[in-house]
């Protein structure tokens, strides 16, 4: 097996158990390597340090899968990680739907899978774990006999590993427009054709905070991709929603949500930009009793970053200036690159801006089925907020 040598100089990151390891932290390679096959890797004075995978096209030169010097990564490997995977979720009551595999915190760097009752949606980011891909679809159909397994691998970022963007079935052709039920309610889900892999799990506990605040209460949702939020706030005794997104296809699922649920008199779901209409209601002096804001990813690099800041600090002030005194909003970031404690900055920033004092009502991040693992940034990347403005 090709031996990979660390410089005596390296970030106690990787000692401290990140599986990352970049170019320039590397000392040397014995042998020649091949783009996605298993490497051992040694600490300078020749310490075992882990096996994974490697791939000379990429910055991160190598991933590690295992810190077991007897582990061999073979099929059986995947198999065995990934039923150990379920046998956690199923520990701490993630069942139905649930994020199966996150990436790193679950010790399989850039592997995503998604469950959504008997149907599973993968992505397989860097190349020596795309490789692993016909094992890891085997120990799908040994441990869970799935309806229908699709690949949603139509992302930018599996360029950088020099692989191409694709998205198809692993499994006989289904029906890939799926529902699902959380807390008591039913979505539709489109495999195929759905943000990232179709439906954002990482929310469903978080959708369950609003049940309180919305009841009886006017409610302007943005950012709603297929309305989950709203059609929560419906159910939870709303008297009227609205939803707002930018994508007419958005638009279009959120309304079938509502009918799906019922809940279409009380739930209505428009196209708009959210930064344009923010404006022009706060101008017209439009009033809610709640405020939810769920926007994409601003950035993924930090040359943009104060571009991010800008953007999430523009939002939140106008939604918080349409909040009703005593109001809530319930405002929500994905950016790897603010953390929570910057995003907490940037609502402050908000409030000082738009002459309101706010109360924290909950703070917490990504449902429990996507671990967090404290030293790997991003595997603690939602932040979710509710504040009452007073
Ligand atoms: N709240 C949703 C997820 C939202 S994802 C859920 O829990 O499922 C972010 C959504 O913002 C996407 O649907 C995207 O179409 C929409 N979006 C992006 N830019 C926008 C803009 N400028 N105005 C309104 N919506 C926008």
Redesign the pocket.
Known sequence: MIKVGLRKKIAQRIVNGHPWIFNNEVEKVEGQVNGGETVEVFTHDKKFVGKGYINPKSQILVRLLTRDKNAEINEQFFHDQIAQCWEYRKRIGYTENCRLVFGEADSLPQLIIDKFNDYFVIQTLALGIDVWKPAIVKALNEIFKPKGIYERNDVPVRELEGLPQYKGFLSDPFDTKIIIKENGLQFYVDIENG?KTG??LD?QDNRRAIQHIVKGAEVLG?????G??EIHAAHYGAKSVLG????EN?VQQANRNAELNGLQNSCRFQT????DVLKQWVKDGRQYDVVML???AFTKSRETLQKAITGYKEINLRGMKLVKPGGFLVTSSCTNLVNAELFLQIIDMAAKDARRKTRQVVFQTQSADHPVIWGMENTHYLKYLIIQVI
Request: aromatic share 26%.
């Open positions: 943000q439906y954002f929310q943005v950012f709603t991709y297929t989950t939020f707002l997104d930018i994508s958005a708009a930009n959210a930064f769920d926007p994409p």
